[in-house]
T-cell receptor
């Protein structure tokens, strides 16, 4: 079993839809939870992060962390074709090292 | 402000050869981490450098090595290349180790081993 599980998709939605992306994990030591967006032939770019459990909102994006269930989510409201990319969840213990564990990534396509 | 720069962008090598990849972090960033990205395994942590010292290493064979220079630029080396080493190699820089929430990735070097 992988430390971080993420459905690779692909996921295809119409423009304007609400998108839900999820990851589960097994290591209870994870404290920081990140979501990265990666366009084709580009490096990942950090979308948002959450420390421990809770919700965080940034524009059309909302990240949720439920540490009791070891489950994290990213919601995209009013999805746009420009949101078409691969979304990667990542986690770390936060103990002064940069060893992040990534999910496999979910490929999202938003159709106009 | 320039981002993380990785060179070269693309590389084709033959099995058994060795290769060196370069990463120039964002100005002022002193921590550099390397990751391997493949369709099957996703992004996997290789190692992290800070102040010219390797601080952490992932579960990769000794053929994978790296170093960091006094100007924080980093190189990684893969010796005796295998077909399975074909991947996108990414580096990420941050001000200090552990600042995962402030880590910025380069565009990567795509290595193809034939």
């Amino acid at each position: 079993q992988k430390e971080v599980e993420q459905d690779p998709g692909p996921l295809s939605v119409p423009e304007g839809a609400i998108v839900s992306l999820n990851c589960t994990y097994s290591n209870s030591a994870f404290q920081y939870f990140m979501w990265y967006r990666q366009y084709s032939r580009k490096g990942p770019e950090l979308l948002m992060y959450t420390y421990s459990s809770g919700n965080k909102e940034d524009g059309r994006f909302t990240a949720q962390v439920d540490k009791s269930s070891k489950y994290i989510s990213l919601f995209i409201r009013d999805s746009q074709p420009s949101d078409s990319a691969t979304y990667l969840c990542a986690m770390s213990r936060g103990d002064n090292n940069n060893d992040m564990r990534f999910g496999a990534g979910t490929r999202l396509t938003v159709k106009p | 402000k320039a981002g993380v720069t990785q060179t070269p962008r693309y590389l084709i090598k033959t099995r058994g050869q060795q290769v060196t990849l370069s990463c120039s972090p964002i100005s002022g960033h002193r921590s550099v981490s390397w990751y391997q990205q493949t369709p099957g395994q996703g992004l996997q942590f290789l190692f992290e450098y800070f102040s010219e010292t390797q601080r952490n290493k992932g579960n990769f064979p000794g053929r994978f090595s790296g170093r960091q220079f006094s100007n924080s630029r980093s190189e990684m080396n893969v010796s005796t290349l295998e077909l399975g080493d074909s991947a996108l190699y990414l580096c990420a820089s941050s001000l200090f180790p552990g600042l995962n929430t402030e880590a910025f990735f380069g565009q990567g070097t795509r290595l193809t081993v034939v």
